[in-house]
């Protein structure tokens, strides 16, 4: 029987203007991801300032300098719509690499933030 559950991983995001690669591995016994989400611990850096490619078993489902803006979520928004619709990927080999650039912009000065992927998955049920 497959539950749902979320995975979150986060990428420290340390220099301005740039780029950051980082691959993170989903637990073996994911069989589908259905969503994902984009937060971070300092909104507005991350509204501005932040774009993303982001892979799902070797297939890009967003490509390089896709807007942060467009994968955030708001307060406001019921907590089981807040996660952009993929559908059911097939995790393949459980590879999820997050490609983040950090790009200048004059409404937000550059401080350390952290980019959080959330991912909306389904796992199978160990008996």
Do not use: H, W
């Not at 993929?86 to 490609?99: A, C, E, M, R």
Request: hydrophobic share 35%; aromatic share 10%; net charge negative.
């Amino acid at each position: 029987m497959l539950k749902p559950v979320k995975k979150r991983f986060d990428l420290p995001i340390t220099e301005a203007n740039k780029t950051v690669n980082k691959t993170f591995e989903l637990d073996k016994n994911i069989k589908a991801v259905k969503g994902v989400l984009v937060t971070s611990d300092k909104d507005d850096l991350l509204y501005y300032r932040g774009t993303q490619k982001i892979e799902i078993n070797k297939e890009e489902f967003f490509p390089e300098n896709y807007e942060s803006k467009l994968l955030m979520s708001g307060i406001n928004v019921s907590p089981k719509q807040r996660y952009y619709d993929l559908g059911n990927v097939n995790p393949g080999n459980g590879l999820v690499k997050l490609t983040f650039t950090d790009t200048d912009d004059l409404r937000t000065p550059f401080v350390a933030y952290r980019v959080s992927l959330y991912l909306d998955c389904e796992m199978e049920d160990e008996l």
